[in-house]
Nanobody, 125 residues
Framework: QVQLVESGGGLVQPGGSLRLSCAASGRILSLTAMGWYRQFPGKERELVAS???????NYADSVKGRFTISRDNAKKTVYLDMNALKPEDSAVYYC???????????????????WGEGTRVTVSS
């Protein structure tokens, strides 16, 4: 079974930094893209940043220059370095993967959005 497990969330003061990690495990064939989304109460999830297997990155305008996404393909892990955090960055952050994996019946399955369970980030003094 494939899992995306996030870690690194927590409480930080405005202007502070956090690093989120998301590790993929299981019978994964390929990880084409990985990304981070966030969800504010009562709102839809929104893209924060994404990175493709070739290294191409994409950022939401609201985080450009403050957040950096990176990945370690050997560890099947994606990171989000968040700097100069603002109270409006407070949200639940979800890891998302576009991946292919073997099912329990050894059938390859490709899925565009495979989600982690989320990690909460709170920016407050």
């Amino acid at each position: 079974q494939v899992q995306l497990v996030e870690s690194g969330g927590g409480l930080v003061q405005p202007g502070g930094s956090l690093r989120l990690s998301c590790a993929a495990s299981g019978r994964i064939l390929s990880l084409t893209a990985m990304g981070w989304y966030r969800q504010f109460p009562g709102k839809e999830r929104e893209l924060v940043a994404s990175i493709r297997d070739g290294g191409t990155t994409n950022y939401a305008d609201s985080v450009k220059g403050r957040f950096t996404i990176s990945r370690d393909n050997a560890k099947k892990t994606v990171y989000l370095d968040m700097n100069a955090l603002k109270p409006e960055d407070s949200a639940v952050y979800y890891c998302d993967g576009e991946l292919c994996y073997y099912s329990d019946y050894d059938v390859p399955i490709c899925q565009r959005d495979y989600w982690g369970e989320g990690t909460r980030v709170t920016v407050s003094s």
